[in-house]
């Protein structure tokens, strides 16, 4: 699989990122099947709502629709940000597997009589090798993923919590507690 097979131009849902990485299917499929991923959740998704920043003006109905709405959003969140994270710690085992391949390559096509290389230039070869090369580049999008997931999910977390903290402000009330 080369890094132009992971174009993310086009991509309508996580499930179809992971059809584009190695095993990537096969984890989503062991995940639904183990109860642990909820695939009607992944497929189209509408755009991210812009969270309200006046909630003192949402009714309660609309204040508990918007909780329950931020709560499921996180738990999707932390569902993709699992199974990115599983993808890229596959694709590390899969980079000292394939490192260790082109060394053992370069190794066996050195021709008898010439100096060994040097482990050093033994490693920058391998670098060079296709295969290491697109699954560094594989690395590289799974990691950029990620960063967005964490960020993501950090922000809806802190909705999370400002929608909490004025639910609860707004029960004070009601108990006369008024701050």
Known sequence: MSATDLDLSGLKSINQFFSRTKNGSAAIELATKLGIWTPSSHINIPERPQFTKDLSQLTPAQLSDAYGRWTAEFGRILE?????????????????????????????????GNKPYTSAQLNDLAEDDSAVIDLHEQSALLVVLSAHLLTTKEATAQYIASLSREIAWRDSQIKGKVY
């Open 80 to 112: 993709i940000l699992g199974a990115v994270q599983g993808q890229e710690a596959l694709v590390k085992l899969q980079i000292k597997s394939a490192l260790a391949a082109a060394r053992r390559k370069i190794r066996d096509s050195t021709p008898e």
